[in-house]
């Protein structure tokens, strides 16, 4: 059976507006997240999100939710690089940040959910499970040590 989600919460010395603005400008997003370009984002749900992966190619994902500086979600394929996010092959990336008024820290927690929904084959999509598991880490340190470095 493959597990539906992967949740990963990390503590970021900087206020939940700081920790909002690296989260969401095409700026940050790009490095934190991308190759080190801008991204193309329409903030608003529905709204369009393009993340560009280099050797993973060019990811498209739909936003969900906007509720500054709370709650960011969008789903992304888990197919083929480009693929348009749909019922079908799509995970769903929620952040939520809270904060932590007595350290002014943030708290975000990352859930990315239905893994166990894909239409992939069952191998397939446990391996993009077992991926994005073993890359989100990574990705929410670079989020953090942007926000850190730009906290001031």
Known sequence: MIPDAI?????????????WTVLTEPAFLGRWFGNGEPVKVDLRPGGLLVLDHGV???IP???????PPRILSWRWSQGAAGEEPDDTNATRVEFTLTEDESSASTRLTMVESGFARLGLPGDEAA???RANSGNWPGKLDQLRAECE???G
Do not use: D, F, L, P
């Open 56 to 58: 993973h190619g060019v």
């Open 61 to 67: 994902a739909r936003i969900e939710t906007v509720e």
């Open 127 to 129: 391996a993009r499970h």
């Open 7 to 19: 949740e990963r919460s990390i503590v970021i010395n900087a206020s939940r507006e700081r920790v």
């Open 149 to 151: 470095r730009s906290e």
